[in-house]
């Protein structure tokens, strides 16, 4: 892999956490939480997010995730299915992390999603010879839309547009099936049993650092701040079972606190 292109996909994982970090520190004072609970908070919310990062860091570099035909199952899908899971159980249960989530103003939620364009590196790679197509294409393209749209998206709900609504609830839902899909594709190209496709030119890079780093860290994140703007999208809209998504008559702009049904 060109050094360049390892060099920012490391360097772009490391922006992410902090970015990630910084969004909730940030709201962390403007949200309802107390002195004593913010700073749990923010020793709490580092631990995890960086701690999670050096741990992808440190395993990634040691080839724990490297995919290999002898292997009877993806370490890496382990990986994602942990850490996503661990993420939303925090996200049902953790009420200072839900305090912080409702004082983000939602076009944040999404706008700092840009971060995705990074998967155009995986277009690069393919035009190189190094990716095969099957996995390159579709993810990196989707990435990409997806990254590009983040803030587009954002600034929509921002204005307050009576559509605005609909195009966030679109992008997180297009956000998370372009992950299945990247996640799909390279579960299916990397060498294994389970390998049906670019049975050619196996998917080894996918699981090699640094870009194992991307399924490790970025997609797991990924899932997560979509599942929290979608949870913030209702909450904002006090939006019940039994009602339609509507945004007229909502003060949008830059709301910290959900509005009144």
């Known amino acids: 892999m060109p050094s360049i292109i390892a060099w920012t996909i490391s360097s772009s994982i490391v922006f992410i956490a902090f970015s990630v970090w910084g969004l909730l520190m940030f709201y962390a004072h403007r949200s309802t939480l107390e002195t004593e609970a913010r700073k749990r908070f923010a020793i709490a919310s580092g ?6 990062m050096v741990l992808a860091f440190v395993l990634g570099s040691a080839g724990v995730f490297q995919a290999t035909p002898s292997r009877a ?19 049902s249960r953790s009420s200072a992390l839900n305090a912080v989530i409702a004082a983000i ?15 155009f590196n995986f277009l690069v790679l393919y035009a190189l010879g190094r990716l ?16 590009l749209a983040a803030p587009v998206v954002g600034y929509l709900f921002y204005k307050g547009y009576r559509w605005s609504c609909l195009a966030v609830l679109s992008w997180n839902i297009a956000g ?3 992950l299945v899909v990247a996640v799909a594709t390279g579960f ?13 030119t196996p998917n080894e890079l ?3 650092f640094p870009l194992v780093l991307v399924p490790l860290y970025a997609v797991p994140l990924s899932i997560l701040l979509h599942l929290a703007a979608l949870k913030r999208l209702k909450a904002l809209l006090g939006v019940a079972s039994n009602k ?4 007229e008559g909502q003060p949008l702009r830059w709301a910290s606190h959900p509005a009144a049904p």
């Open 47 to 52: 631990v995890y997010l960086l701690g999670w």
């Open 73 to 91: 199952f993806s370490p890496v899908a382990v990986g994602i299915a942990v850490a996503v899971l661990t993420g939303m159980f925090l996200l």
């Open 105 to 119: 103003p939602l076009p944040w939620l999404a706008g700092v999603q840009l971060y995705r364009v990074v998967g």
């Open 132 to 147: 095969p197509g099957e996995f390159a294409i579709p993810a990196g393209a989707g990435d990409v839309v997806v990254g």
């Open 176 to 178: 998370i099936l372009d």
């Open 188 to 200: 299916l190209t990397s060498p294994g049993p389970f390998q049906t496709l670019a049975l050619e």
């Open 206 to 208: 996918i699981t090699a």
């Open 244 to 247: 339609g998504l509507k945004c």
